[in-house]
């Protein structure tokens, strides 16, 4: 009986941060099916729902690296449990929000909570568990993620049509008190090894937050106001300011690290890696593929819900075939995939995923929400095959003991990749939309309102929407296919690296793992050492950030996880 009370105390922490990271991941995707109730309810306009699917995606991209610096320094848990209660604070504030402009302040705080849950959740787990217990805990851990991913737009629609759409929200609070008890009652604190002196990059920090959050304003504001809009400039303007000075920030951080003149901040991202041909392009490659392959179905859900009538619920499950077969793909070929030189089953998952974005082109004024499916399958086939080994080939293309370095990039650039798609298409988008209609006649005011969900309100004939819709629709299906068919490209052109089984250290040997859900998942594999955080020397001098570098090590389980469901 002792035994089996001690195993069930074991397991405890694990599904405290399992649900915590559900949480978080189901939120970038909950909102879709969400967006026309939300419309109605709140008189948004279309800028508006850009701005609650996009601020979160936006803090949660910005964020990541500092709060992981962060969370090494002060304490995993501490993190963990601080951005626990801001998340629940702010899903309570998004529930009760009486405008569009309140719901999206508090999306932003959300997404900001969400950065210090995410930056902690790997570490603490790798913290926690060892050998075998480790490797059953990422497994459990990765299919959770995978299930928050595919099960998103589904949940969003079953809340929204039978509740509420401020039930998305509220439905967070009740979880977040329970997966906080949980973490404070079992999850032990962790901290990083700490070196002399070290302190978080707050400069860099600044500068990549102003960059990030301006060029998604600019982006925004742009399609919105114009692109000669005074605002607009000077939006974009401060964004490639801001970018320039967190690479001079950066790029001193890293040197004086290296040269050890003097006890400082270490960089949040080594740019040395950055002159590695292979990685540079991988890091343009994971933003370009996450833009290309997930920012459209916000897009797609606003047609089949306010142009052809679908209940949230059913939105949702028409999503289904491409999270499944993305699910199948990675879980039946994960392994075969792996033992392949990374860039070849990337490459072909990136030029499928532009085929099927492609594909969606069949949607016409008179489809239906079949039109959508092949395309569905095929990048659900792409994604399945690309993601999967996306951080295999990160790593491959970095020496080992950079390797948690080259994750946690990777993942950076994701979650930027997603923000500033969401961006972009929704300007080109509503362009479209707003241009077909204000050309046959439609007032500017009730062009604005069906290109939000809204054309019934505002009295514009169904037929010249479903024909608006059309024309956006194959506008952003173009540009996503064709943008996944130059990453495609590029990997085979630009990417080398080698097969997983070449390059992964055998356990013991104190390496930074690479695929850290993948490992894991073999009992007793990985590197307890090397996970928790030890320091490792490169060349006769200290690795940038020892620190950073096992955090992004356990953010690479989650990218990896992740990516074998979404």
Request: glycine letters at 12%; proline letters at 4%; a positive charge.
């Amino acid at each position: 009986m002792r035994t089996t009370d001690n195993q069930h105390r074991t397991w405890w922490p694990l599904a405290g941060l399992s649900l915590g990271a559900f949480m978080l991941l189901i939120d970038v995707s909950i909102v879709n099916t969400a967006l026309p109730r939300m419309a109605t309810s709140l008189d948004a306009s279309f800028t508006s729902l850009q701005w609650v699917v996009d601020i979160y995606a936006v803090a949660l991209a910005a964020l990541l690296l500092v709060t992981g610096s962060l969370a090494d320094l002060h304490g995993r848990r501490r993190v963990f449990v601080w951005g626990l209660v801001l998340f629940g604070l702010a899903s309570l504030a998004c529930g009760l929000a009486p405008d569009a402009g309140t719901l999206i302040a508090a999306r932003a705080v959300q997404g900001a909570g969400a950065a210090a849950m995410f930056a902690a959740n790997a570490p603490l787990i790798s913290a926690t568990y060892h050998g075998r217990d480790r490797g059953i805990a990422f497994g459990v851990w990765g299919a959770v993620n995978g299930a928050a991913v595919g099960c998103g737009l589904a949940l969003g629609g079953v809340l929204t049509e039978y509740i509420d759409w401020r039930a998305i929200f509220f439905v967070n609070v009740p979880l977040t008190l329970v997966t906080l008890w949980i973490t404070l009652r079992t999850v032990p604190e962790s901290r990083a090894p700490r070196r002399s002196g070290a302190r978080v990059d707050w400069a860099g920090a600044a500068l990549f937050t102003l960059s990030a959050a301006a060029l998604t304003y600019g982006l925004v504001r742009g399609g919105d106001a114009g692109w000669s809009d005074r605002l607009t400039i000077w939006s974009l303007a401060v964004a490639a300011a801001a970018a320039t000075g967190f690479v001079l920030v950066e790029q001193a951080r890293g040197t004086a690290l290296a040269r050890g003149t003097r006890p400082g901040p270490a960089p949040l991202l080594d740019l040395a890696l950055l002159r590695n041909r292979s990685f540079a392009v991988l890091l343009g490659v994971a933003l370009l593929t996450q833009a290309a392959a997930f920012t459209h179905f916000v897009y797609s859900a606003l047609w089949v819900q306010s142009v052809l009538g679908m209940s949230p619920l059913r939105a949702g499950l028409a999503s289904l075939p491409m999270a499944g077969t993305s699910f199948l793909v990675a879980a039946i070929f994960g392994g075969r995939l792996q033992r392949m030189r990374p860039q070849y089953p990337l490459g072909a998952g990136v030029l499928v995923t532009g085929v099927g974005a492609l594909a969606q082109m069949l949607v016409a004024p008179g489809s239906s929400w079949t039109a959508l499916l092949p395309g569905f399958v095929l990048i659900g086939v792409g994604v399945g095959m690309a993601l999967t080994v996306l951080i295999s080939a990160a790593l491959s293309a970095v020496p080992p003991e950079r390797s948690g370095t080259a994750s946690g990039a990777v993942n950076t650039a994701r979650q930027l990749g997603y923000a500033l798609g969401i961006a972009v298409l929704g300007t080109v988008f509503a362009s479209r939309v707003r241009e077909t209609l204000t050309g046959r006649g439609v007032p500017e005011a009730a062009a604005e309102a069906a290109g939000s969900g809204r054309a019934r309100e505002a009295g514009v004939p169904m037929g010249l929407v479903r024909e608006a819709f059309a024309t956006g629709l194959d506008r952003i299906f173009v540009i996503c296919g064709v943008t996944a068919l130059v990453a495609g490209v590029a990997v085979l052109l630009f990417v080398r690296g080698r097969a997983a089984t070449e390059h992964a250290p055998h356990g013991g040997q104190g390496s930074v793992r690479g695929t850290a859900a993948g490992d894991a998942a073999a009992p007793g594999g990985g590197s307890e050492a090397a996970a928790d955080g030890s320091g490792r020397h490169e060349a006769g001098r200290p690795v940038p950030s020892s620190a950073h570098s096992a955090r992004s090590s356990a953010h690479s389980a989650h990218s990896s996880a992740r990516s074998s469901a979404s």
